[in-house]
């Protein structure tokens, strides 16, 4: 039996004007489908392929609650790497 491939909820990117791309993607959740991951990750183009060069992933529960999930390692190391800060801010 072949396993079925997930597709996200939601994908997004924008060009940095270093020429990297910002993405977010919004995936279903593996166990309960309404939850949700949340990936943001910075990628560079290197010839033919894709570097990612930075990754965050946060997990949102059904009722709303969102954890940081367990880093995971990119895909090639850098050898110019930057920090990179992504906030979230609450609405009234």
């Given at each position: 039996m072949m396993s079925e491939k997930q597709t996200p909820k939601a994908r997004f990117s924008t060009k940095l004007p270093n020429g990297d791309f910002l993405g977010i993607t919004i995936w279903p959740g593996k166990t309960e489908p309404s939850a949700e991951v949340v990936t943001v990750q910075i990628r560079h183009p290197t010839g033919d392929n894709w570097e990612t060069t930075?990754?965050?992933?946060?997990?949102?529960?059904?009722?709303?609650?969102?954890?940081?999930?367990?880093?995971?390692?990119?895909?090639?190391?850098?050898?110019?790497?930057?920090a990179v800060t992504v906030g979230a801010t609450e609405r009234d």
């Open positions: 930075a990754r965050i992933a946060l997990y949102r529960t059904t009722d709303g609650k969102y954890s940081l999930l367990p880093e995971r390692p990119v895909t090639k190391s850098s050898e110019k790497t930057e």
